[in-house]
């Protein structure tokens, strides 16, 4: 009887508290570093993968009394896989060591740097003062290579160079914005998706600087970057209110900028020094769609619906109606999620259940009649889920160019919780091969696409992504078919992947 009871009260501290149901892992300080520990897979992967993934994500929650309240504020964390060709495989991770990171281990504290949301204890007034001045430096989303450099950044304009082999943090760079100081411009943001410049090793960013000084405009320079420090302005446009961008979308001979009415209020931060209330949202205001054109600088703008955004899937040009841009955007109807990943609405299973859902939308612009015309897809046999994902990605061979396959994650798919994700493809051209996969107590995050170099179709290839498996406690690399979404094979990795962001398969580096 005494252990039947032991056994109801474990079972009642499991389900009130959230103790097993595995946001306590997912959402947790992980500080073990290790490097190139070899990977025993169910079956050895394809030869045709050789390269590393590399993938960003959240390390560290707190450091000595103090925490972050908002699990995007945490200090991020590398992890990497190492495909030889051969059917051997390694893994990696390590932490970014920014100036705030070693501040914040040098103080046992964490340092006063411009964060997200809050911390706990509140910083007092000259810390608050001083993280304004130091601006923000954790760079916990996004790894790309700009030329042979290898950087890890956020939505903010300085990035940290960092040595892709060995995941060590090498420096960190803030590129200078012309015509454009602190005291002016205090808040300076940039996009976590720069893009590729077709038929170059270059990527395309932008800098997006909001004015202090009511007289001054706000400025959106849109990038060229060459390497870890080196940019070049391709065009200005000169803006009324700066927008929140995470990311924007490219064609072969266009890039455009959709900047949605979620404003950059610089004064806002001077209310308690925290970047969410130097934000306004106007549920009431269009979208600008800024198009600039790659080769001559020229900016046209285009207005659609009131809507928020973080992630574009794809864009491409078409002639079939006249000179027109096809762009695929996860949508939302207003910025309510950005709360979504406050901490202690993750480890409460029943808040989970309220969270903010997108929908995949079709944005054509016909820039001839300069109008913006707006599509949802019809409903899937699959589940009406289908539609609802974020994290797209895609076969980057048909990146800029048409295509039929995305890649998702359908957070909180039955209704019921955040954390109950579902796997999403999705057929953009015809619907007829949308296909899901969805396993209870599994939680992962962005799925990475790998081309078959011998490959004819479009699916021809494999999805990697870290899943930690609840039931077991440990997180598995796993490996699936693009075309079918089944598993083809799977590796206990030796410590737990907390959350992770985004990342990406480099072919040249193993």
């Not at 992630?311 to 695929?328: K, P, T």
């Not at 409460?348 to 897809?377: C, M, Q, W």
Request: with cysteine; proline share 6%; charged share 20%.
């Amino acid at each position: 009887m005494l252990l039947l009871s032991n056994c109801v009260l474990l079972v009642l501290v499991n389900v009130c508290f959230g103790v097993r149901d595995g946001a306590d892992i997912f959402f947790k300080t992980n500080l073990d570093e290790m490097q190139d520990v070899p990977l025993v897979f169910t079956k050895p992967p394809p030869s045709w993968i050789k390269g590393t993934l590399i993938r960003n994500g959240l390390g560290r929650f707190e450091v000595g009394g103090r925490k972050y309240e908002n699990a995007l504020d945490a200090f991020g964390k590398l992890s990497s896989w190492k495909f030889s060709g051969n059917g051997s495989a390694f893994f990696s991770t390590r932490m970014i060591y920014s100036n705030s990171y070693n501040q914040s281990l040098a103080a046992n504290d964490i340092a006063p740097f411009l964060v997200l949301d809050r911390v706990d204890p509140p910083f007092n007034v000259v810390q608050e003062l001083e993280s304004f001045k130091n601006g923000p430096d954790n760079t916990n989303v996004n790894v790309f290579n700009f030329g042979e450099d290898f950087v890890v950044l956020s939505d903010y304009w300085n990035v940290y160079q960092i040595d892709a082999i060995t995941l060590e943090t090498i420096r960190g760079i803030k590129p200078p914005v012309p015509n454009a100081t602190q005291i002016e411009y205090p808040i300076v943001l940039s996009s976590a998706h720069p893009l590729p410049e077709q038929g170059t090793s270059n990527h395309l960013t932008f800098v997006s600087i909001a004015p202090a000084i009511p007289e001054l405009k706000g400025k959106i320079m849109f990038h060229r970057a060459t390497s870890a420090g080196g940019r070049e302005i391709l065009s200005t446009i000169e803006v009324d209110k700066a927008s929140y961008m995470h990311s924007f979308a490219v064609t072969e001979n266009y890039a455009v900028l959709l900047a949605v009415p979620f404003f950059v209020d610089p004064l806002g931060m001077l209310k308690d020094f925290r970047p969410l209330d130097a934000f306004e949202w106007d549920p009431l205001d269009v979208t600008m769609m800024y198009v600039i054109n790659l080769k001559t600088g020229a900016v046209q703008s285009l207005k659609t619906e009131n809507m928020f955004f973080l992630h574009v899937a794809n864009a491409y040009e078409s002639n079939i109606f006249g000179n027109e841009i096809i762009i695929d955007v996860c949508t939302f109807k207003n910025t309510s999620g950005l709360h979504d990943m406050a901490l202690s609405k993750l480890h409460n299973p029943a808040e989970r259940a309220h969270t903010s859902t997108p929908i995949l939308k079709r944005y054509t612009l016909d820039l001839k009649g300069e109008n913006v015309n707006v599509h949802t897809f019809p409903p899937s046999t699959k589940g009406d889920f289908v539609n609802r994902f974020d994290f797209p990605t895609i076969n980057e061979n048909y990146r800029s160019k048409q295509y039929c396959y995305i890649y998702g994650i359908a957070y909180n798919y039955d209704g019921t919780d955040m954390l109950h994700m579902a796997l999403v493809k999705k057929d953009v051209c015809t619907g007829k091969n949308d296909l899901t996969w969805k396993s209870p107590g599994m939680f992962f995050n962005e799925a990475i696409f790998v081309a078959d170099p011998k490959g004819t179709e479009e699916d021809d290839g494999m999805l990697i992504m870290p899943i930690l498996d609840t039931a077991t406690q440990a997180t598995n690399i796993t490996m699936f078919n693009a075309k079918d979404l089944s598993i083809v094979s799977t590796a206990r990795l030796p410590t737990s992947n907390p959350f992770g962001t985004h990342g990406h398969f480099f072919d040249n580096v193993y």
